[in-house]
């Protein structure tokens, strides 16, 4: 079975590569740094020749709102007018747990589009919302930072390791169409305050964070579930301490290997 990952170069592409190969799959990695892009429709047709199933785990280069939108709207209806041709059986897309609760932000109301545009084609689909990636907490920190003073919201968070979510993608990927929505997130809720207090601990960061319930997420107000899945979720295994300890465990000369 030939899957293609679009965006197979990325944080959760090169992850879910390496992994759909362990497992003796037919894999290739599509993006603009292999001559594959989704935006222009270069090498597309080339890509998707033979492939039973297509991955979506692209992310647009530009945050903009209109150059987001435009990205995954136009790089969506590329994709699935490509499979068409194709003959692929299975569209699977990365989205974010609670899109439709973050509409204040323009990237959520690209990624809601893009979501719509799968579910109005006749491609068989799977869609796997997750939640904020443990690589991407320190970020948060950092955009609701004012000199030393990090204010933040006490919403409840769920994040997962992406090592985790991209097992999780390639399980879907590797399964039926589920025309339909499955979320995962991770194994412990946080309060975004504590959460970050946890990260800049851990890295030894002098900011302070301070709890303000008109604090904000990326620049949006949130309400105090609105990061987190359902009970229906599917939950990876890595605990963000872990993982923190060791991103954030600085080489000590004396214990490597002579
Ligand atoms: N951040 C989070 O916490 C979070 C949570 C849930 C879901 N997600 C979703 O997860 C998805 C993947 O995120 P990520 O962090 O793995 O992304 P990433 O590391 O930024 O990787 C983006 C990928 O998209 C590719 N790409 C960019 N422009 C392209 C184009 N025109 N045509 C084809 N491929 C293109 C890049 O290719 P090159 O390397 O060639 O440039 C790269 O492989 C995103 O859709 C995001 O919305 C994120």
Do not use: C
């Amino acid at each position: 079975m030939k899957i293609v990952i679009v965006g197979g170069t990325g944080l959760i592409g090169s992850k879910l590569v390496n992994q759909l190969r362990e497992h003796k799959q037919e894999v290739v990695a599509a993006s603009p740094k292999t001559g594959v892009n989704s935006l222009t429709g270069d090498g597309l047709a080339d890509a998707l020749k033979g492939a039973a199933v297509v991955v979506d785990v692209t992310n647009s280069p530009s945050w903009g709102d209109a150059a987001v939108l435009n990205f995954f709207e136009t790089s969506t209806r590329n994709l699935l007018a490509y499979e068409r041709t194709a003959g692929v059986r299975h569209h699977v897309a990365l989205s974010v747990v609670g899109t439709e609760r973050l509409l204040e932000s323009g990237f959520f109301r690209a990624k809601l589009a893009q979501e719509n545009l799968i579910k109005s084609s006749p491609i068989p689909y799977s869609i796997v919302r997750a939640t904020q990636f443990f690589e991407f907490v320190k970020s948060i920190g950092d955009f609701s930072t004012e000199g030393n003073k990090v204010r933040l919201p006490p919403a409840l968070i769920q994040p997962m390791a992406a090592d985790d979510v991209a097992s999780a993608v390639g399980r879907v990927a590797m399964g039926s169409p589920l025309n339909g929505t499955v979320e995962i997130g991770g194994p412990e809720r946080f309060r975004l305050d504590q959460l970050i207090r946890l990260d800049l601990a851990a890295r030894k960061d002098p900011r302070e964070v301070i709890t303000d319930p008109q604090g904000r997420y990326y620049g949006i107000q949130v309400a105090e579930k609105a990061l987190i899945p359902g009970d229906d979720a599917r939950l990876g295994e890595r605990r963000f301490e872990n993982w923190l300890s060791q991103t954030t465990q600085i080489p000590n000369p004396h214990l490597q290997p002579a």
